[in-house]
T-cell receptor, first 111, second 112 residues
Framework: GEDVEQSLFLSVREGDSSVINCTYT??????LYWYKQEPGAGLQLLTY?????DMKQDQRLTVLLNKKDKHLSLRIADTQTGDSAIYFC???????????FGRGTSLIVHP | DAGITQSPRYKITETGRQVTLMCHQT?????MFWYRQDLGHGLRLIYY???????DKGEVPDGYVVSRSKTENFPLTLESATRSQTSVYFC???????????FGPGTRLTVL
């Protein structure tokens, strides 16, 4: 079946860039999402990319998609302590309204 | 406009009791979902619904029942709670097929 894989933890120093990686198996994925979950809260959409795009930039966030390798990454520039959260990668294909979520990457930002 | 709300936010119950978790949305989104979140498992889909009176099983439906008589409500019932159902439960909605999901704040359920 479809699968989305992420590393579980990432620790960075405040001010550095963070890169969170994700791999997926569904070759028919049309949307790929990054969600952010802050402590004690639900998930919130951070950004998304269509499968026909290679890159999307939104302020401090850069999403890179390598469709050939089925690899998605989220880069956060100038990482701040407020960026500490769990980041979920998810994909959905055109015919399905049920996204497949990765297990989430806990980003820890230390001074 | 609250968007999506869940109640209660916290619940402690005992093994064998019936528990209902409520989910209410004000957007009239067609799709609604129930997930549970556990350490080491990420998010797992319990049940989902494409419209009122249409529901279907997700990855981990055993021990749960859902109904959707109205578009805006999607209650999740644990018929006879077990300790393994201790978890954080999230309700989510989606406007269209493949679109982003909007999550509620979650219900933390403890079964003693």
């Amino acid at each position: 079946g479809e699968d989305v894989e992420q590393s579980l933890f990432l620790s960075v120093r405040e001010g550095d860039s963070s890169v969170i990686n994700c791999t997926y198996t569904d070759s028919s994925s049309t949307y790929l999402y990054w969600y952010k979950q802050e402590p004690g809260a639900g998930l919130q959409l951070l950004t998304y990319i269509f499968s026909n795009m290679d890159m999307k930039q939104d302020q401090r966030l850069t999403v890179l998609l390598n469709k050939k390798d089925k690899h998605l990454s989220l880069r956060i520039a100038d990482t701040q302590t407020g960026d500490s959260a769990i980041y979920f990668c998810a994909d959905s294909s055109g015919g399905s309204y049920i996204p497949t979520f990765g297990r989430g990457t806990s980003l820890i930002v230390h001074p | 406009d609250a968007g999506i709300t869940q109640s209660p936010r916290y619940k402690i119950t005992e093994t064998g009791r019936q528990v209902t978790l409520m989910c209410h949305q004000t957007w009239s989104h067609s799709y609604m979902f129930w997930y549970r979140q556990d350490l080491g498992h990420g998010l797992r889909l319990i049940y989902y619904s494409a419209a009122a009176d249409i529901t279907d099983k997700g990855e981990v439906p055993d021990g749960y029942v859902v109904s959707r008589s109205k578009t805006e409500n999607f209650p999740l019932t644990l018929e006879s709670a077990t300790r393994s159902q201790t978890s954080v439960y999230f309700c989510a909605t989606s406007r269209d097929s493949g679109n982003e999901q909007f999550f509620g704040p979650g219900t933390r359920l403890t079964v003693l």
